[in-house]
């Protein structure tokens, strides 16, 4: 039993550290937005080969219902947890652990923020319709490709569905905006542990297992956005939705974090954890020269 545990706990380690180096990356950390946009311009071009009868090609799928739908939720779960055990075990600092957590509490205050200006966006610029004719009628279409429809003034989009008709307005796809958001936040929290690694710090089997199930994570949000493209192709909503999750990204993560741990802002992953220890480091090596130096 006990070599069984110490062969998993090899195979956890080596698979960490090699995820770790990864992300860890210099360029990946510079290039990993430029792939998530090629994804966005190139991946409809997808459904051209995929087949439309895969199970991925069904809304009601596993991974749609259990994990799209709530995306943020399991984002703040594993990242939060992975934030938290991290900066704790470093510093065994409470307050340190809450103001490294604060950056998922801005990134949650935002997408809820976007969700609701979104939604009225699709309120003001759309309308509801309602299909006229029979089913056969509808499906063959008239007017060139579009059925004929009468217009309803004064519905929003949710009532409009529910009550079985058609909605048609200025759309931004939420789905690729949380998608590339927690994307690219997922590859921000856990490129720090590449560097903790490196500087020696302890890394216990929970800590590597939070940070492994962070990288799955990560995985999968990249391959259910390129199941999105692929077999739901909306060029235009998903471009506009994957192009605001990378401008929050930049604006925060490139811009305000960038700005230093204070009172208004929570500062970069890392920080106050691995720069503090490394000022640790030489203070406490400058200490020992200046002794061997008095000592000779």
């Not at 652990?97 to 699709?122: P, Q, T, Y």
């Not at 560097?195 to 089997?205: E, F, V």
Request: charged residues 15%; hydrophobic residues 45%.
């Amino acid at each position: 039993m006990k070599m069984l545990q110490m062969f998993l706990n090899s195979i956890l380690v080596v698979i960490t550290d090699l995820a770790a180096g990864l992300l860890g990356n210099a360029s990946f950390q510079r290039h990993f937005h430029l792939l998530l946009s090629a994804l966005l311009l190139f991946g409809p071009l997808l459904s051209l080969w995929v087949s439309h009868y895969s199970v991925f090609a069904k809304r009601t799928h596993f991974l749609y219902r259990v994990f799209l739908r709530s995306g943020w939720g399991w984002t703040c779960i594993f990242v939060g947890s992975f934030v938290f055990v991290l900066s704790f075990s470093v510093r065994r600092s409470l307050t340190l652990s809450l103001r490294h957590l604060s950056r998922l509490a801005v990134v949650g205050g935002l997408w809820l923020g976007f969700r609701k200006l979104l939604c009225l966006l699709e309120n003001a610029t759309g309308s509801c319709y309602e299909p006229l004719g029979s089913t056969l009628e509808l499906a063959s279409g008239t007017n060139g490709d579009q059925p004929l429809l009468l217009l309803r003034e004064g519905e929003t989009k949710e009532a409009c569905v529910h009550s079985g008709m058609l909605w048609r307005g200025y759309e931004v796809s939420e789905d690729a905006l949380l998608l590339c958001l927690c994307c690219l936040l997922l590859a921000e929290e856990t490129a720090v542990f590449g560097h903790y690694l490196s500087l020696g710090g302890p890394s216990g089997a929970p800590l590597r297992i939070l940070f492994l199930f962070c990288v799955l994570l990560l995985s999968l949000w990249v391959f259910l956005l390129l199941c999105l493209l692929a077999y739901f192709p909306q060029f235009p909503t998903q471009l506009l939705g994957g192009a605001l999750g990378c401008l929050s990204w930049r604006a925060l993560y490139q811009g305000w974090y960038r700005l230093g741990p204070s009172w208004y802002c929570p500062g970069r992953p890392g920080v106050g954890l691995l720069s503090t220890k490394n000022k640790q480091e030489e203070t406490s090596e400058t200490l020992c020269e200046n002794n061997a130096k008095e000592s000779n």
